[in-house]
């Protein structure tokens, strides 16, 4: 195994006992103490709006899901009811991440069933490269495409625009990426974060803004909502990260509760292949289990057949475009971990590498499509800024992705590097960027004065904050009820750390699985398996002691071999 700097991780304790309001809340929704504190950190300070907040129901608000119309929705319906009239061919015309396949297969398939001459396009990151591109604007037109529907993409898209104008194609951008500037000379365009847009929620995803245009269509042709295509919804939204507030938390609550029950025959076969019990089903399991699979054809340049299972219409064909996904998904696996181990061992290999504070590492031979991960792994391993960067020796041009934790915003050094950068973008905690191989160098230099100037040594020690204290011998399959109604969990919501102090070890710790460390914690009769991924090397630390002083984990269930018990999944002791 490879060395691991031993960087011990310091965990904050929560201070939720002195809120004013704990107690009262407390007693009022008769339920523990840390669903009140979890409640007062989410704003909701009383009875009624806890009420409101646990049943999060999608139609108890009307003006959050019809009510303010999005700028462009009219334009937009009207064009497609003419189009619907006329029977013209319209390509919705996706993008390849799991928010763009989803917004494809639900727009594709809502409008085939409203009877549109409908098909669907995806761009290849290999051929085409992401959004709207002359390749793929020529590419439909030379299919017979009269019209383009964008979803998830498309508002940068100027000129491929313009192209297709030229054409004489039609073209609707449906997008809920930020405008840079000039909007494109499409027919019409929706997006709540365009200029001008009253719409309240501008955390929609792609997903989302291409159901609202559906839904509308939908309501005007049949008189009927969209909302049986919410499970495709809910998947997307939980990839893209957005916001799970407002109306966000309605659609997304609803999605994951059409999924358990969801007759798309696709979605039935991926979460039996994956292992997630359909009459459970969490915004955790979907994000680790479920869009992983989604989002590997993307990054291995296939994301059709992602659409195509989605779009199955027999369990066999399901089946098929399944063994296919697990096939491709293998392969994104051996890569990112054969280069984030190629990686970790030039970095411990090379002292200049180690000690430096932003790790910048490339190599002529990784894959485009996995170093966003692999950057990501080494985070969590060095906790420091990293970039991981894929060399094209032919082009004399390396493509990089950048993550780091709190304490070194990307966006600010890269804009501090951008005379060495050919191409970047980004935000505070993940960038990506395209360089001349000859400046990486340079690059690496900067960024490490960058890192010198803004992070001090104890920003390289992790601090795991918990959000909530409960004892352990309170923990049981009550807390974990209430647990499941703050469900989904997603940014603005996030899945709670809980912090429990004094805990007591039963059982010496192992490594499992290569460097997973297993325990068990608690009482005689009253005791947890424990589980820390990746902190095997923790082992002779928890070694010999008879209590951890503090420990920071997620209360899970875990079945294994039909029976289900409580896990704590730890993050972090002292
Ligand atoms: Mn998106």
């Keep these: 195994m490879l060395k691991r700097p031993a960087v011990p991780a310091v965990i904050v304790k929560p201070e939720t006992a002195a809120h004013p309001l704990r107690e009262g809340l407390a ?9 009140a504190d979890l409640l007062l950190q989410r ?23 019809h009510g303010p119309v999005m700028l462009g929705m009219d334009n937009a319906l ?3 009811l003419e189009v619907h009239r006329s029977g013209e061919k319209i390509f919705v015309h996706g993008d390849y991440d799991v928010d763009g396949v989803t917004a494809t297969a639900l727009l594709y398939q809502g409008l085939k069933a409203c009877g549109f001459n409908a098909d669907w396009f995806l761009p290849n990151r290999f051929q085409e490269g992401y959004g709207i591109s002359y390749a793929s604007v020529g590419k439909l037109h030379a299919q017979g495409a009269r019209w383009i529907v964008s979803v998830d993409t498309g508002i940068a898209a100027v000129a491929e625009v313009a192209k297709a104008k ?7 951008i449906t997008d809920h990426h930020q405008s840079s500037g000039e909007l494109p000379p499409a027919d019409a365009i929706l997006n709540p974060n365009q200029p001008g847009c009253a719409y309240p929620n501008k955390g929609l995803s792609g997903v989302g803004v ?31 990260n957005v916001p799970l507030v407002g109306e966000n938390r309605r659609l997304v609550k609803a999605g994951l509760k059409l999924l358990s029950v969801s007759p798309n025959l696709g979605l039935k076969a991926l ?15 979907i994000l680790f289990k479920v869009t992983p699979m989604l989002n590997a054809m993307g990054r291995m340049g296939s994301p059709e057949i992602s659409a195509r299972l989605l779009l199955s219409e027999t369990e066999e064909e399901a089946m098929g475009y399944l063994d296919q996904m697990a096939g491709e998904n293998n392969r994104r696996r051996k890569l990112d971990q054969g280069i984030t181990e190629q990686a970790v061992r030039m970095i411990d290999g090379d002292p200049a590498l180690t000690e430096s504070g932003c790790l910048v590492v490339d190599s002529p031979e990784w894959h485009e499509g996995v170093i966003g991960i692999v950057a990501a792994r080494l985070v969590e391993r060095y906790h420091r800024p990293c970039f991981v960067l894929a060399i094209d020796a032919e082009k004399g041009l390396a493509k990089g992705s950048g993550r780091t934790m709190t304490g070194f915003n990307l966006h600010k050094a890269l804009a501090g590097a951008a005379h060495l950068l050919e191409k970047w973008g980004g935000h505070y905690h993940a960038c990506g960027l395209t360089i001349k191989a000859e400046n990486i160098p340079a690059f690496r230099g900067l960024m490490n004065a960058a890192a010198a100037e803004h992070l001090a040594d104890n920003d390289f020690v992790p601090r795991i904050a918990p959000t909530v204290e409960i004892a352990l011998a309170k923990l049981d399959e009550g807390s974990m009820q209430w647990l499941q109604r703050f ?24 490594v499992v699985g290569d460097k997973h460390l297993k325990f068990m914690v608690g009482k005689p009769g009253a005791a947890f398996d424990a589980i820390g991924f990746n902190l095997g090397y923790l082992r002779e630390y928890v070694m010999d002691r008879a209590k951890l002083a503090k420990i920071a984990y997620y209360p899970e269930w875990n079945t294994f071999r039909g029976e289900r018990k409580i896990q704590l999944r730890v993050v972090a002791m002292e």
């Design 43 to 65: 704003g909701v300070l009383e009875k009624e709006q806890a009420r409101d907040f646990f049943l999060a129901a999608l139609g108890q608000s009307q003006s959050d899901r």
């Design 271 to 285: 979460m039996e292949r994956v292992g997630v019990e359909r009459a459970r089903i969490t915004s955790g399991e």
């Design 166 to 172: 030229e054409l004489g194609l039609g073209v609707i």
């Design 78 to 80: 009207a064009l497609l």
């Design 210 to 240: 291409a159901y609202k245009l559906l839904n509308a269509v939908s309501l005007a042709l049949r008189g009927e909502t969209a909302e049986r295509f919410l499970d495709l919804l809910a998947l997307g939204s939980l990839a893209d």
């Design 27 to 35: 007693k009022d929704i008769n339920g523990p103490a840390f669903v």
């Design 487 to 510: 469900e989904p969990f997603g940014p603005l919501n996030e899945s709670p750390l809980f912090y429990s102090e004094d805990v007591e070890l039963m059982s010496q710790p192992k």
